[in-house]
């Protein structure tokens, strides 16, 4: 799992958003994104972009956890309601997984555990590829 996290910690992208891995374990992980003025989009609200990739970097951490290089082949999030508030969440917890797929449930929330979208994604899995951060 060290590995993975090094990975992540070098994921540009999400370091440009703020995002940060709190916890992953084996097929889980928890992540967070103080939302920011640039996180906003023409009406004020978060972007339903940010809120998007905040999901999919905890959908990326629980499937990679196993140690085994795993890309995502679909996914899509419902938008709940428009948070308000300085700090969102996601969590990622496996829902089933094979030698080749992953599928997992990803809550976005904001403080006080308040559901603000809904994200479901499926990995392909390589078995014979390990995750590295060469």
């Known amino acids: 799992m060290n590995s993975v996290r090094k990975g992540l910690e070098n994921d540009a992208y999400a370091s440009h958003l703020g995002i940060e891995l709190l916890a992953m374990e084996a097929g889980y992980a928890r992540a967070r994104m103080p939302v920011k003025a640039f996180h906003g989009n023409m009406h004020g609200m978060v972007h339903g972009g940010a809120m998007f990739s ?9 499937s990679n956890s196993h140690g085994v290089v795993a890309v995502a082949i ?17 969590e990622a917890t ?30 392909y899995r390589m078995p014979d590829k390990a995750v590295s951060t060469d």
Do not use: C, H
Request: no cysteine; aromatic share 10%.
């Open 94 to 123: 496996e829902v089933s997984r094979t030698r080749r797929l992953a599928t997992y449930s990803i809550k976005v929330t904001a403080e006080g555990d308040k559901l603000v979208a809904m994200f479901q994604g499926t990995v």
């Open 54 to 62: 905040l999901a999919d970097f905890a959908f990326q951490a629980a």
């Open 74 to 90: 679909n996914a899509n999030i419902s938008y709940i309601q428009a948070p308000q508030t300085e700090v969102l969440y996601a």
